[in-house]
């Protein structure tokens, strides 16, 4: 069954950076759009990035010039760079797909503070 696993989140300062991944299995990921979500203590999920089957990015506007999405079809994973940190970034960040129905991960926590 498609499974999504996520990594890398920590607590960080403000201004650091952070490598989140997403481990894919299940289905042919090399064929799927990906994505990226994150929710906020108190608030509601929010799109963060989105990768297509042939590598187009898109970005929330929150994100835009900070935050970089990739993947690697060979190896099916996806990856989110995280630079410049702001506290607003704190949350816990989830990999998503739609493969017939909606799939998440676990999330992974990031905090961002001094």
């Known amino acids: 069954q498609v499974q999504l696993v996520e990594s890398g989140g920590c607590l960080v300062q403000p201004g650091g950076s952070l490598r989140l991944s997403c481990a894919a299995s299940?289905?042919?990921?090399?064929?799927?759009?990906m994505y990226w979500y994150r929710q906020a203590p108190g608030k509601k999920r929010e799109f963060v990035a989105s990768?297509?089957?042939?590598?187009?990015?898109r970005y929330a506007d929150s994100v835009k010039g900070r935050f970089t999405i990739s993947r690697d079809n060979a190896k099916n994973t996806m990856a989110l760079q995280m630079n410049s940190l702001k506290s607003e970034d704190t949350a816990v960040y989830y990999c998503n797909t739609w493969v017939k129905v909606d799939y998440w991960g676990q999330g992974t926590q990031v905090t961002v503070s001094s």
């Open positions: 990768i297509s089957s042939d590598h187009s990015t």
């Open positions: 299940g289905f042919t990921f090399s064929n799927y759009p």
